[in-house]
């Protein structure tokens, strides 16, 4: 296994943590269980940084990577979103629903698209954009700020940059996964010989 894989990995591993940490913080836990909930956030955040890194520095862009990396950065994202849009309050600031709504239906729809496509065509091919990119540095950045207590002043512009670049890659793929589709002779309307065959 290569070393970005078992990075990812080890990422993967991170969220059940972060999760334990932060909820033991919003029920009365310490001021100490916050940075320690940041700490292993940011620590993921920047892993998958490091891990893309060395998988192209080094060739060691895998299959396999390319399906646990994204589905680790989800897998984080998402359990950030989902239990800072609960009422965390006075603890910590809280994340607008819409914009947890919106990353994890878009998310949903990815995974079925992906799933649909791997069953048509065998091998699923993504193409990588900036905006999901940004869309997702947009994301980890608005948990970096709630979960650090930092002031309000800049979190509408993150709040309604990550709802707008998330909408945006979210139709982008969606275009993408139905030109791969419409390519695909299963698409197009099955012949008379066959439908007499099934019948």
Known sequence: MTLPNQITILRI????AFIVTLLYYVHGGGEWLRWLSLAIFALAA??????GFIARRYNQISELGKVLDPLADKMLLMAGFILLSL???????????WLTALIFSRDVLLVLGLILIHYTFGRI???????????TLFQMLIV???LAKLPQTYFVFLVYAAGFCTAISGCLYF?????????????GPIDRAERKDSE
């Open 13 to 16: 591993l991170m969220v059940p």
């Open 46 to 51: 920047l892993s998958d940084a490091v891990d």
């Open 87 to 97: 009422d965390n309050g006075p603890y910590l600031a809280k994340v607008p629903i």
């Open 125 to 135: 091919r993504v193409q990588p954009r900036l905006i999901g990119k940004a869309a």
């Open 144 to 146: 970096l700020h709630v």
């Open 175 to 187: 275009y993408d996964g139905i030109a791969q589709l419409g390519t695909h002779p299963s698409s």
